[in-house]
């Protein structure tokens, strides 16, 4: 959304407000619903940090403005009505009130709620690698070349087959946790990401339903 489409937006049919449901950009988790007027929403496109119009206090308020634990937009977008917005920002910390990272902290997790961390782990990759510290085993292994990420890769793969064939399923999911997270690793040092893996998986899976012929190797899905 740019400021040329807030004019757009169905400001009339809540008398100036429009619910703002918060998303974070990382996770997907739903963090929070805020209301705007015109002049919040402005102001958020503007500065980049999310701000709300109280109703109660009849006035703006930037989220974290005195926690700190502010929203960094990274998008919005409207519905298909116009008159509700989708506020996708990065959390400075908790979002809620009472201490929680969510207002809906009592709502049962869903199914890719655990998936939602290797978006974080590959932040964490990213720190590692932009800022080095000796103490830092992604840091030193990423020094080492890429070639010596993707011998690592080759040996952790082999030690999950070996698990997998012989061993506990408490072996197989730590061994399948050093093979993603050396694959992560090998994908950031491409400039690529796990994003990238499951976005081919969606569109291998998408033409086989399709009963299109397949442009890879068969192999998955």
Known sequence: MTRDDVARLDWAKGDGLLPAVVQDAGSGAVLMLGYMNRDALEATLATGRVTFYSRSRRSLWVKGETSGNRLALVAASADCDGDAILVQARP?????????ASCFAAAPPTAAAPLAFLAALEDI???RIA???PASYTARLHAQGLRRVAQKVGEEALELALAASGGSDAEVVAE???L???????????????????????R???ERVSGAPPATPAGAT
């Open 125 to 127: 990759i990213a720190a």
């Open 131 to 133: 800022e080095p510290t």
């Open 92 to 100: 400075a910390g908790p979002v809620c009130h009472a201490g929680t």
């Open 204 to 206: 291998r899976h998408a």
């Open 180 to 202: 993603l997270y050396h694959a992560a690793l090998l994908l950031r040092a491409r400039g690529l990401s796990l994003a990238d893996l499951a976005t081919e998986l969606e």
């Open 176 to 178: 399948g946790a050093d």
